[in-house]
């Protein structure tokens, strides 16, 4: 089922045939129109195209994302991917922090580390939850506008005593807008002005209609400094998790994305991989934005080597030839040969965007870049 004919990958393109086969033999595979190539062939060339913005829409390259898909039978259940978006001081760090530590198999031994974009966490009652660690809608937005939409919910955090601000409804946009529904901490409850009803009447006014308010949105009153109502948050994001039904097949080639990356002294490039579909392994290579990498550690955010990562599990992946963008797509390829043309091509296409688009820089910048 992990498989699609050129002549019906190009449709959902709305490409021509032609230039798909033309990618193709570019990336190293022959193939006529009738010809059916493997998913994750399928993904590389409409990966390909989405580097062509002039040709192709971000809507066409999602829906390309999609070309593989995986047998209901192999889907298993995975863990919530969650981002924590709020007004300014609402308390989004402290709440993650917070959540961090009512890890409960972390304990003694190390704990989370704060150093890596993304962790999970046990939660009391033993369901695992991812939390990104950019709070901000910047990063979200940033990534949302490279295509990669990597969060299954939203918590958003409101301060009991302070209301709904402004960046509260930026918040609630930028979830509505990625279609990511939203489960709101009401924070700050242990402050003696705090109104919690006060929070929830307001949410109507932008078309959030909470449990209490007779509509489906999950609301839960907590604390971030005295822990109260941290549980039952816990409880709301399994509960919208399993509304969800969020499932991935862990038996595959690994894709996902880039969380974040950075060049480091000593390691070379880092990066965080979010791992989306499949199981990413030591020793895998893979393509990621323009560059590609063989995976010669793995490491997880408790900072201990690892094997393997799965669905939902962000890790830190060495042996990066270059360092890519938060946001960039990765996916394991067969080969190291394949990964570096791959890498090549988008590198020689990156160059020929750029040398073609109008400057808009200075004349010393130009200077600069000749
Ligand atoms: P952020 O800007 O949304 O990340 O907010 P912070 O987590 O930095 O919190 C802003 C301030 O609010 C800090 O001084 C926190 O100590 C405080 N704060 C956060 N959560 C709570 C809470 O639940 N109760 C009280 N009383 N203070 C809190
Ligand atoms: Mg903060």
């Given at each position: 089922p992990d498989s699609i004919t050129v002549g019906e990958l190009a449709q959902r393109m709305a490409v021509q045939a032609g230039q798909v086969v033309k990618t193709l033999m570019k990336l190293g595979t022959m193939a006529t129109v009738n010809q059916t190539i493997d998913g994750e062939t399928a993904q590389l060339v409409v990966e390909e195209f989405g580097h062509t913005p002039k040709r192709v829409s971000e809507s066409d390259i999602e829906e390309g994302l999609e070309t593989a898909p995986d047998a209901e039978a192999d889907m298993q259940p995975r863990a919530p991917v969650v981002t924590v978006m709020g007004?300014?001081?609402?308390?989004k760090t402290s709440l993650l922090d917070a959540l961090r530590k009512?890890?409960?198999?972390?304990?003694?031994?190390?704990?989370?580390?704060?150093?890596?974009g993304a962790y999970q966490v046990v939660m009391p009652g033993g369901n695992k939850v991812s939390f990104i660690d950019t709070p901000g809608h910047a990063a979200f937005s940033e990534m949302r506008a490279r295509g990669a939409n990597i969060t299954d919910i939203v918590i958003l955090v409101v301060a009991a005593d302070d209301g709904i601000k402004q960046q509260t409804v930026e918040a609630i946009n930028h979830a509505k807008a990625a279609e990511v529904p939203m489960v709101v901490a009401i924070n700050k409850?242990?402050?003696?002005?705090?109104d919690p009803d006060r929070v929830r009447q307001e949410l109507l006014n932008y078309g959030v209609v909470t449990e209490e308010m007779g509509g489906e949105t999950l609301a839960v009153e907590c604390s971030a400094s005295s822990g109260e109502g941290l549980e039952q948050l816990a409880e709301a994001l399994t509960l919208q998790a399993e509304i969800q039904d969020l499932k991935a097949n862990p038996d595959r080639a690994a894709e996902g994305t880039v969380v974040e990356a950075k060049l480091e002294k000593g390691r070379g490039p880092v990066a965080t991989f979010l791992v989306q579909r499949g199981t990413l392994k030591k020793g895998d290579t893979f393509v990621v934005g323009n560059e590609y990498g063989r995976a010669r550690a793995l490491v997880n955010d408790r900072g201990d080597n690892v094997e393997a990562a799965y669905p939902s599990e962000p890790v830190e992946v060495l042996g990066l030839h270059g360092t890519p963008q938060a946001g960039d797509r990765f996916v394991v390829v067969d080969s190291e040969q394949r990964a570096r043309e791959i890498a090549e091509h988008r590198q020689e296409k990156a160059r020929e965007t750029q040398s073609t688009a109008p400057s808009t820089g200075s004349l010393e910048q130009m200077l600069a870049r000749i």
């Amino acid at each position: 089922p992990d498989s699609i004919t050129v002549g019906e990958l190009a449709q959902r393109m709305a490409v021509q045939a032609g230039q798909v086969v033309k990618t193709l033999m570019k990336l190293g595979t022959m193939a006529t129109v009738n010809q059916t190539i493997d998913g994750e062939t399928a993904q590389l060339v409409v990966e390909e195209f989405g580097h062509t913005p002039k040709r192709v829409s971000e809507s066409d390259i999602e829906e390309g994302l999609e070309t593989a898909p995986d047998a209901e039978a192999d889907m298993q259940p995975r863990a919530p991917v969650v981002t924590v978006m709020g007004h300014v001081d609402h308390g989004k760090t402290s709440l993650l922090d917070a959540l961090r530590k009512t890890d409960v198999v972390a304990g003694e031994a190390g704990g989370i580390t704060q150093h890596i974009g993304a962790y999970q966490v046990v939660m009391p009652g033993g369901n695992k939850v991812s939390f990104i660690d950019t709070p901000g809608h910047a990063a979200f937005s940033e990534m949302r506008a490279r295509g990669a939409n990597i969060t299954d919910i939203v918590i958003l955090v409101v301060a009991a005593d302070d209301g709904i601000k402004q960046q509260t409804v930026e918040a609630i946009n930028h979830a509505k807008a990625a279609e990511v529904p939203m489960v709101v901490a009401i924070n700050k409850c242990d402050k003696p002005d705090a109104d919690p009803d006060r929070v929830r009447q307001e949410l109507l006014n932008y078309g959030v209609v909470t449990e209490e308010m007779g509509g489906e949105t999950l609301a839960v009153e907590c604390s971030a400094s005295s822990g109260e109502g941290l549980e039952q948050l816990a409880e709301a994001l399994t509960l919208q998790a399993e509304i969800q039904d969020l499932k991935a097949n862990p038996d595959r080639a690994a894709e996902g994305t880039v969380v974040e990356a950075k060049l480091e002294k000593g390691r070379g490039p880092v990066a965080t991989f979010l791992v989306q579909r499949g199981t990413l392994k030591k020793g895998d290579t893979f393509v990621v934005g323009n560059e590609y990498g063989r995976a010669r550690a793995l490491v997880n955010d408790r900072g201990d080597n690892v094997e393997a990562a799965y669905p939902s599990e962000p890790v830190e992946v060495l042996g990066l030839h270059g360092t890519p963008q938060a946001g960039d797509r990765f996916v394991v390829v067969d080969s190291e040969q394949r990964a570096r043309e791959i890498a090549e091509h988008r590198q020689e296409k990156a160059r020929e965007t750029q040398s073609t688009a109008p400057s808009t820089g200075s004349l010393e910048q130009m200077l600069a870049r000749i």
